[in-house]
């Protein structure tokens, strides 16, 4: 039977069985005082979630890591291992099932950053805050990473693992057989989409570029594909001023175009592949390494996957180029990026607060987060990581992409963005379906929105 606490997050499990239905087919360092004891001494067993697939298996490497680790350092407490092999959205959907019931629940969590004040919300996630004032790491974090766990009280939920950035990959080969330049770096979409259309035409063995454009590639197409395009634009999805979300946006609308332009005239890949619940893995393990697509709008954390692993592709630095996405017609700041990243958080309904604390901490000390940032590929949030030159010399796209952050944007840190979100899947993915134009897309969006956070929390673009 779910308590009381549980009961605001029903509509929550509802939404994300929804989108599952919907879908077709992303040491050094002390230690916090206290062990295993403190919090946990009655529990022998911490059970920790995490998500892995075929091209994404840092996560996993890391928590096996951090398990024999914590229980030699912890005896007596044993550390439950419970992956979740599934692409980003139906994590989050079983995630969420998981959390519906304490008999279920997690002691340690993979949180994706935008979910974080959702599922602090709903009363699914711990605040920390006492056990970080304790842990001398804690100064080690960045401002903008403390600020990513933060819950609509201003309590902690959740240690940064690190952050990313997104660009555009292409493949110099390909560029090099149909006359592009290979140090290319496009000004505007136009010229994206110039460059699309000339890998077509003299290459139509190979599909020109990837945009996640389907519900079922969830955030994927919020983030990677959307937002990419929108915050190229003179609009966003809120008005920072007024803290109210925006309808009747042209950059909404001329964002949609652009991917309805992608798909009519067949510049990506075939609509079977586009609309694959698995297109996230199949573009870092075939499309990209087999040469078959020419551009992929992804994120920083791709190369991780080939410099080791079972997906190793020893050419890939060769191979590929990389290029910032421009905005719309080049206005300043010329580029933009979209940055998000996971944390480790503590679940409301553990029995061992303090021993899930501790886990999360040796997790993330300075040696963990060094071994997962250059396996994961990720922007490091702690000062120790960043400037570490193990770090800096492992990845070559390292600093390409760190760059980035001057130009980058973070999705609106609010509740109802997980639903919002999922409205722009809806949006994008009919419009490169061919089943509404971008202005009936945008308006189906708009009302889904009003819907969602009320009409007194919009307004009208400018």
């Known amino acids: 039977m779910l308590t009381s606490r549980h009961i605001a997050r029903v509509g929550l499990v509802a939404t994300a069985l929804l989108a599952a239905t919907m879908m077709t087919a992303c040491s050094g360092g002390g230690s916090p005082s206290g062990g295993a004891s403190g919090g946990g001494a009655a529990a022998t067993t911490i059970k920790v979630v995490y998500q892995k697939t075929a091209s994404f298996t840092a996560a996993d490497d890391l928590m096996q890591k951090v398990k024999t680790e914590y229980e030699a350092a912890n005896p007596g407490v044993t550390v439950q291992l419970d992956p979740i092999t599934a692409e980003a959205d139906q994590y989050y959907t079983k995630l969420a099932l998981m959390e519906g019931s304490p008999a279920t629940a997690p002691d340690v969590i993979y949180e994706d950053t935008f979910q974080v004040r959702s599922d602090a919300a709903a009363g699914y996630l711990l605040p920390i805050d006492d056990y970080l004032a304790k842990w001398s790491d804690w100064s080690q974090f960045s401002d903008g990473a403390k600020q990513a766990g933060l819950g609509d009280d201003g309590k902690t939920y959740g240690v940064s693992m690190g952050s990313d950035t997104r ?260 949006a994008c993915e009919s419009v490169a379906t061919g089943q509404a134009t971008p202005d009936q897309a945008a308006a189906t969006y708009d009302q889904s929105l009003i819907s969602i956070v009320g009409q007194d929390k919009t307004q009208a673009a400018s």
Do not use: C
Request: net charge neutral.
């Open 167 to 426: 660009g555009i990959y292409y493949n110099k080969t390909i560029f090099q057989k149909v006359g592009l330049p290979t140090d290319w770096q496009p000004k505007t979409w136009a010229d994206v989409l110039s460059a699309a259309e000339t890998v077509k035409a003299k290459d139509p063995s190979v599909a020109p570029l990837n945009i996640f454009a389907s519900k079922a590639a969830g955030e994927a197409t919020t983030m990677q594909g959307f937002e990419m395009l929108l915050y190229g634009t003179n609009n966003q999805l809120m008005d920072t001023q007024s803290s109210k979300w925006l309808t009747g946006s042209q950059g909404f609308k001329d964002s949609l175009s652009f991917i309805q332009q992608l798909f009519s005239k067949k510049l990506v890949p075939s609509m079977d592949v586009a609309l694959d619940a698995n297109l996230q893995s199949i573009v870092s393990t075939q499309l990209l390494p087999q040469g078959k697509v020419a551009m992929a709008i992804d994120g920083s954390w791709l190369p991780g996957g080939w410099m080791t692993g079972p997906n190793a592709w020893p050419q890939w630095n060769t191979t590929l180029g990389v290029a910032k996405m421009p905005t719309q017609n080049g206005q300043a700041p010329g580029a933009v990026s979209m940055s998000g990243g996971w944390l480790l958080s503590v679940g409301a309904d553990t029995k061992a607060p303090q021993a899930a604390f501790n886990f999360v901490a040796t997790a993330l000390n300075k040696d963990n987060s060094l071994a997962y940032d250059i396996a994961n590929s990720q922007i490091a949030v702690r000062q120790d990581v960043a400037s570490d030159p193990s770090y800096l010399n492992t990845n070559p796209t390292a600093k390409f992409f760190s760059d980035l952050m001057s130009v980058t944007h973070f999705r609106p840190a609010t509740p109802d963005y997980p639903q919002i979100s999922q409205a722009i899947q809806v």
